[in-house]
């Protein structure tokens, strides 16, 4: 899912330049993917009783969720370009 969640990030926010509607779409995703972030990061708090996860567990979720996907985006990429150049 990591790297559908960036692919459309990056899509949408191309499309946001030439298509107002895509940034609408853009800062839906983000709001619904924020709220994700912080309510869980809030019930792990809770759960645990130690408040820095409220803060500490969106960061840590975003970070992986990013990289993870960028990375495997950029792995797809670079392979598609290597079997490309091979040809």
Do not use: Q
């Amino acid at each position: 899912i990591p790297p559908v969640f960036v692919a459309s990030l990056i899509g949408l926010l191309i499309l946001s330049i030439f298509w107002g509607v895509a940034r609408y779409v853009l800062a839906v995703e983000l709001l619904i993917y924020l709220a994700a972030l912080v309510l869980a990061g809030g019930r792990a708090a809770v759960k645990n009783k130690d408040w820095g996860m409220a803060v500490g567990l969106p960061l840590a979720l975003a970070t992986m969720h990013v990289s993870w996907g960028g990375g495997f985006l950029w792995s797809m990429i670079k392979s598609a370009l290597r079997l490309k150049s091979v040809r």
